[in-house]
Each structure stands twice: as structure tokens, then as C-alpha cells.
């Protein structure tokens, strides 16, 4: 018994205590739950993280606290008391803490793999600052500084030359152009000139009937496929608009295409080895003042 009936035993003060800090860190982790944005699942794994710590070091400095003063106490009813509060606190919590056990250890191995996959993406990007698609990213940052120009990047689709070319065409020039009358322009231009583009898609060299039949083939796909456009499409595209063309490219110099055309509002493309995982790629440079009416 305590010394004075009248007077709280330190036990019940001590348990009154706890008692009332398990409310605050309850209302604590409340807020805390509330605090994190919807939808934020990272967020919320490394809250629930913490809740779980602090509700743990709680309940062993509550422990702690109860036994050291198990230690110090004289009289054997207290000691009994505090085996029995100690006992019937433990029962309280007994469900509770496995749960928030579990939990928590679900939770550290989650922000355990969270933390592993944020390490190797570091690594991987520290190993690939020197990678060619990221030399090539920095080569046209430097390009656009010094030429003044803004790139408009098109879909990596295998129509990249036209949808690049048709944004030329209205940016530049105020004319419509569709990627579909980009193709069949492109096709019947080389059609109608086939002497001009047939030594470069013959592949067999001598055989000239086969070269015009491969030729053919070539021209047709432009129209019914995506197929990828290159330097003879732009070439042929440069003279159906009687417009210059310039590429920018990170590694060589500008390539000029149609410079028999003088015409100030010229078409620039950029043209991309390593930056776009489907391979060479076109996209199309704008003058720095045309975006602001964009």
C-alpha cells in the first residue's frame, strides 16, 4: 500500500502518465496519416515507417519505466501491483503490437526496397552521364544556345521526318501539310524523277530493270507504311516546296540540303542517333521568337 492512502501511489502516476502519452502519439500519428497528399504512395510508406518507430520506442520506454521503478520499490504490494498493471498493459497491447509489428516490418522491408531501387537508379545514372544518348542530349542544348533555337519534339513513330517537316511548313512558312500528303508528295516526286534517286536505292548494282523495280517497291512503301524518311525523302520534299533544308546533328557538322533555294525562312530539322530508343529520329527546330506566338 502506499505510505498515504489520501496520495496517487508513484505507480498510478507513472501508469496515468503513459496513458496519456499513448493518446498524444495517437492524435501525433493522426495528423501525420492526415498530412500526406492522396495519392502519394511513397509518401505514405515512409510516414507509416515513422509511426511505426515512434509507437515502438514508446512502448519500450514505457516498459523501461515500469521496471525501473519495479526496482526501486520497497513495498512488496506495489511490486504485485506492478507485476499485475504490468501484466494486464501488456495483455491490453498484446494483439495491438503483433499487428503493429507486422505491419511494421512490412513496411521497413517495402521502404527497404524503396530505398535499394532510388541506390541503383543513382548508380545507373552516375554510370551513364557519359552515355551517347546524354552527350547527344547536351551537344543540342549547346546547339540551340548558340543558333538560338527551341526543339519541337515529334512522335518516334517511323513518321518523325514528316510530322518534323509539316511543323516547318506551318511554323515557317504558313503552309498545311499532313504526314499523308507529306508521303505522297514525297513519293511521286521520286517517281518522276527516278534517274535521280534510283543509284541510291538499287542494291544490286548493274542489273537495271531490277534497281527500277526496287525503286518502285521503295516509293510504294512511303505511301502505304511508316516507313523511316531520310536524306533522299528530304532532298525530294526540299524540291517540291522549293525550300532549302538545314540538319542539325550533335557529331558533324550542318547538313545543307537545297541550297539552291533562296528563301530566308528556311527548314531546320535536328536529326538524333542515340536519344530515342527506336533509333535515328527527326524533329523540328524552331527560331527562338517563333515560339512566342506558339
Not at 62 to 72: D, G, R, T, Y
Not at 151 to 165: R, S, T
Not at 202 to 209: H, I
Not at 247 to 273: M, P, T
Request: charged content about 30%; overall charge negative; proline content about 2%.
Amino acid at each position: 500500500m502506499a505510505e498515504n492512502d489520501g496520495e496517487v501511489s508513484e505507480l498510478q502516476q507513472l501508469l496515468d502518465r503513459h496513458k496519456l502519452e499513448r493518446k498524444e502519439l495517437q492524435a501525433k500519428t493522426q495528423k501525420l496519416k492526415h498530412a500526406v497528399p492522396k495519392g502519394d504512395k511513397k509518401k505514405k510508406k515512409f510516414v507509416s515507417a515513422e509511426v511505426a518507430q515512434l509507437e515502438l520506442e514508446l512502448t519500450q520506454r514505457h516498459e523501461a519505466e515500469l521496471k525501473a521503478l519495479k526496482a526501486q520499490s520497497p513495498d512488496t504490494q506495489d511490486e504485485n501491483n506492478l507485476e499485475i498493471s504490468n501484466s494486464n498493459e501488456k495483455n491490453e497491447k498484446n494483439t495491438s503490437t503483433a499487428r503493429i509489428s507486422r505491419a511494421e516490418k512490412r513496411r521497413e522491408k517495402q521502404a527497404a526496397k524503396e530505398r535499394e531501387r532510388q541506390q541503383r537508379i543513382t548508380e545507373a545514372e552516375a554510370e551513364n552521364i557519359n552515355s551517347d544518348r546524354n552527350l547527344e542530349i547536351r551537344k543540342f542544348q549547346d546547339i540551340q544556345n548558340k543558333y538560338k533555337l527551341i526543339m519541337f519534339e515529334v512522335p518516334p513513330d517511323g513518321n518523325c521526318l514528316y510530322y518534323a517537316i509539316s511543323d516547318q511548313l506551318d511554323t515557317r512558312l504558313g503552309t498545311k501539310a499532313t504526314v499523308s500528303d507529306l508521303r505522297q508528295q514525297t513519293a511521286d516526286y521520286m517517281v518522276a524523277h527516278e534517274s535521280e534517286f534510283v543509284p541510291f536505292i538499287a542494291l544490286d548494282g548493274n542489273d537495271s530493270s531490277l534497281a527500277s523495280e526496287e525503286f518502285k517497291s521503295y516509293c510504294q512503301n512511303i505511301t502505304e507504311t511508316a516507313k523511316w524518311g531520310g536524306q533522299l525523302e528530304i532532298l525530294a520534299l526540299s524540291n517540291v516546296y522549293n525550300v532549302p533544308v538545314d540538319i542539325y546533328q550533335a557529331n558533324g557538322s550542318i547538313i545543307n540540303i537545297g541550297e539552291q533555294y533562296d528563301v530566308e525562312n528556311k527548314i531546320r530539322l535536328s536529326f538524333h542517333q542515340y536519344q530515342y530508343a527506336l533509333g535515328n529520329h527527326y524533329n523540328s527546330l524552331r527560331p527562338v521568337h517563333d515560339t512566342d506566338t506558339q
